[in-house]
Antibody
Framework: QVQLVQSGAEVKKPGASVKVSCKAS????????ISWVRQAPGQGLEWMGW????????NYAQKLQGRVTMTTDTSTTTAYMELRSLRSDDTAVYYC????????????WGQGSLVTVSS | SYELTQPPSVSVSPGQTARITCSGD??????AYWYQQKPGQAPVLVIY???ERPSGIPGRFSGSTSGTTVTLTISGVQAEDEADYYC?????????????FGGGTKLTVL
């Protein structure tokens, strides 16, 4: 069955960077894109961007352009999301999700990774 | 910027029908998707492409569309349906498409 297993919780200081991983299994990794979505405490879902493991094409949310980088490693079927220059309002649960194209449904989700930004 | 508008909350008694709406100007041109999220859990896709139901999702969940509004209907609501529900669509008016989520609707089963 399709599984997306994410890395554990992280605590970072303002101005630092964080890199969250998402290990995929149960399907052909290059057949599905990976979306990243975050959710601040008590808030709704916010789309961060999408990457195609097939060719590395990316689509980032305009709000995060310049601070976020999404990559994949097809040898380990793992996707990564790096967010730089962290601020307190980046504190959130970060999810990866498998989606066919950038605008398609997010069919399968990881369990989420809590990133806390605090001095 | 483009927005999807959902009611913050909907309340129904068990066995009744719950309807959750999502409004947005681009919805006639772009598909909508619906997710259910229970506390402490990742979202789960319950409706895709406006009206389609993924395998494994109970038949009481259905989707419909009319103009700039899409609606998630849960018929015969059960206690286990209490959750937050989010609609998703996309904004392709800019250089690159962006995915947009509605603000979410908390469904309370009385």
């Amino acid at each position: 069955q399709v599984q997306l297993v994410q890395s554990g919780a992280e605590v970072k200081k303002p101005g630092a960077s964080v890199k969250v991983s998402c290990k995929a299994s149960g399907y052909s990794f290059t057949s599905y894109g990976i979306s990243w979505v975050r959710q601040a405490p008590g808030q709704g879902l916010e789309w961060m961007g999408w990457i195609s493991p097939y060719n590395g094409n990316t689509n980032y949310a305009q709000k995060l352009q310049g601070r976020v980088t999404m990559t994949t490693d097809t040898s380990t079927t793992t996707a990564y999301m790096e967010l730089r220059s962290l601020r307190s309002d980046d504190t959130a649960v970060y999810y990866c999700a498998a989606s066919d194209t950038v605008m398609a449904a997010m069919d399968y989700w990881g369990q989420g990774s809590l990133v806390t930004v605090s001095s | 910027s483009y927005e999807l508008t959902q009611p913050p909350s909907v309340s129904v008694s068990p066995g009744q029908t719950a309807r959750i709406t999502c409004s947005g100007d681009a919805l006639p041109k772009q598909y909508a998707y619906w997710y259910q999220q229970k506390p402490g859990q990742a979202p789960v896709l319950v409706i895709y492409k406006d009206t389609e139901r993924p395998s494994g999702i109970p038949g009481r969940f259905s989707g419909s569309t009319s103009g700039t509004t899409v609606t998630l209907t849960i018929s015969g609501v059960q206690a286990e349906d209490e959750a937050d529900y989010y609609c998703q669509s996309s904004d392709s008016s800019g250089t690159y498409p962006e995915v947009i989520f509605g603000g979410g609707t908390k469904l309370t089963v009385l």
